[in-house]
């Protein structure tokens, strides 16, 4: 089964920009649909992008224009570009592996989740 590490979080001023990475090892990358989820303070966790093995792509409609995944499959990286961040995106935001496109988007049947990095957004 493969793991993920998250990396990239932090501070930093609404209006501004992060990149998340996660890493992964211990299993086929490539076969994998990749995604991002977040989890606020008291909230659900939910679904923020997902990429498939050939970069097709998809967003919540919160983040559209402003947040982009990516994937290096040579490096079993994935990685989420966020601009214009807003203080109620402050959140843990977690890596998660399944095998296919919509089981990312619906957050059942993920394989692997990673343990989270937290992104803060100060107003």
């Known amino acids: 089964q493969v793991q993920l590490v998250e990396s990239g979080g932090g501070l930093v001023q609404a209006g501004g920009s992060l990149r998340l990475s996660c890493a992964a090892s211990?299993?086929?990358?490539?076969?994998?649909?990749m995604g991002w989820f977040r989890q606020a303070p008291g909230k659900e966790r939910e679904f923020v992008a997902v990429i498939t093995w050939s970069g097709t792509t998809d967003y919540a409609d919160s983040v559209k224009g402003r947040f982009t995944i990516s994937r290096d499959n040579a490096k079993n990286t994935v990685y989420l570009q966020m601009n214009s961040l807003k203080p109620e995106e402050t959140a843990v935001y977690y890596c998660?592996?399944?095998?296919?496109?919509?089981?990312?988007?619906?957050?059942?049947?993920?394989?692997?989740w990673g343990k989270g990095t937290l992104v803060t957004a100060s107003s």
């Open positions: 211990g299993g086929t990358f490539s076969m994998y649909a």
């Open positions: 998660a592996a399944a095998i296919g496109f919509t089981t990312i988007k619906s957050g059942n049947g993920i394989h692997s």
